[in-house]
């Protein structure tokens, strides 16, 4: 199965920008399509954005539209997310993790969870 791991997370100040990593701790993730989560306290788990395995198709939360960025290296085998315009809502800790059917298409977590990477943004 699967396993991914989260980087790239941190501290930043409102207005400010982040990119995160998703690489495997095993194998490849080629054939996979990939998708970006998060948990906010007290809050459940939300999509955040996914990528085809080829990268040819990207879909988002209206909530990240035109702020967030998902890519993918498959020679480096990453996932990216690079976030812009960071807002204290964004503040949760971000997973990443394989996608059922495939993007864009009433996504939703195949594998297991990670540990996941903090972000917080502060006003």
């Known amino acids: 199965q699967l396993q991914l791991v989260e980087s790239g997370g941190g501290l930043v100040q409102a207005g400010g920008s982040l990119r995160l990593s998703c690489t495997p701790s095993?194998?490849?993730?080629?054939?996979?399509?990939i998708g970006w989560f998060r948990q906010a306290p007290g809050k459940e788990r939300e999509r955040v954005s996914c990528i085809s395995s080829a990268g040819w198709t990207t879909d988002y939360s209206d909530s990240v539209k035109g702020r967030f960025t998902i890519s993918r290296d498959n020679a480096k085998k990453t996932v990216y997310l690079q976030m812009n315009s960071l807002k204290p809502d964004d503040t949760a800790i971000y997973y990443c993790?394989?996608?059922?059917?495939?993007?864009?298409?009433?996504?939703?977590?195949?594998?297991?969870w990670g540990q996941g990477t903090q972000v917080t943004v502060s006003s």
């Open positions: 095993r194998s490849s993730m080629d054939y996979y399509s």
């Open positions: 993790n394989s996608i059922t059917p495939k993007c864009g298409d009433n996504w939703t977590a195949y594998g297991s």
